[in-house]
């Protein structure tokens, strides 16, 4: 079985900075994409950032500039720095894995900017 655990939502000031780390565990195939994705309040769910594994990466145009998405292959793990925070990238974040045709969420970590 699958699955996804995210950490370091938090509450942070305009223009901070915060990392969110997801590891996957369970049995599935190395050929996946990893990233994220985040729904605020009254919004749907959207694309933040996601890596494949062979490197090809995809940001949302608001983010770009500011956060960047890693990932460790041998480790199942994608993290994402995320410096120069808005209020209006308040939301849950969620990890996504895309692998075997089929996407797997974690539980989501809320990530609040405000002063």
């Known amino acids: 079985q699958v699955q996804l655990v995210e950490s370091g939502g938090d509450l942070v000031q305009p223009g901070g900075s915060l990392r969110l780390s997801c590891a996957a565990s369970g049995s599935f195939s190395s050929r996946n994409t990893m990233g994220w994705y985040r729904q605020a309040p009254g919004k749907e769910r959207e694309l933040v950032a996601i890596?494949?594994?062979?490197?090809?990466?995809n940001y949302a145009d608001s983010v770009k500039g500011r956060f960047a998405i890693s990932r460790d292959n041998a480790k199942n793990t994608v993290d994402l720095q995320m410096n120069s925070l808005k209020p209006e990238d308040t939301a849950v974040y969620y990890c996504?894995?895309?692998?075997?045709?089929?996407?797997?969420w974690g539980q989501g970590t809320r990530v609040t900017v405000s002063s």
């Open positions: 996504y894995l895309y692998t075997d045709r089929r996407p797997y």
């Open positions: 890596r494949s594994n062979y490197g090809s990466t």
